[in-house]
């Protein structure tokens, strides 16, 4: 029951429309993250500024969210997530502007990866 309440509050918090279609624009920069949540209440209030920061500040589209990974290689974190800025320089400038401030919120909550990608055909 826990693991519905806090997708369905990062859901609500986060406003994300969860899309099936990479979308055409071939300059796109993408966050992929991978982890693990170890501690809801305090990931649910990181969650909470990654939408105002991210989402709204940097202009970030959520494509998805899985809390439940088919994981068949590396360790075991179910959680995954994947966002598209409009470029890779955007979602860089974004990691390194507001983001700074949000990361201490993560510490303790969530042990994860972080990579920036560049759709590049």
């Known amino acids: 029951m826990k693991k519905t309440i806090l997708i369905g509050l990062i859901a609500g918090i986060a406003g994300l429309a969860i899309g099936y279609k990479v979308p055409k624009d071939k300059n796109a920069g993408y966050v992929m993250i991978s982890g693990r949540i170890t501690n809801p209440e305090q990931a649910g209030k990181y969650f909470a500024k990654v939408n105002d920061v991210v989402?709204?500040?940097?202009?970030?589209?959520?494509?998805?969210?899985?809390?439940?990974?088919?994981?068949?290689?590396?360790?075991?974190?179910?959680?995954?997530?994947?966002?598209?800025?409009?470029?890779?320089?955007?979602?860089?400038?974004?990691?390194?502007?507001?983001?700074?401030?949000?990361?201490?919120?993560?510490?303790?909550?969530?042990?994860?990866?972080?990579?920036?990608?560049?759709?590049?055909?």
């Not at 439940?68 to 974190?77: A, L, S």
């Not at 966002?83 to 201490?104: H, T, V």
């Not at 972080?114 to 759709?119: D, H, K, L, N, Y």
């Open 55 to 121: 989402v709204k500040g940097c202009g970030a589209k959520t494509l998805t969210v899985d809390y439940e990974t088919d994981v068949r290689e590396g360790y075991d974190g179910p959680f995954s997530v994947l966002a598209q800025f409009p470029s890779k320089k955007a979602a860089q400038d974004c990691y390194e502007g507001d983001y700074q401030n949000i990361i201490p919120l993560r510490k303790g909550a969530i042990d994860m990866n972080f990579r920036i990608v560049e759709r590049n055909r």
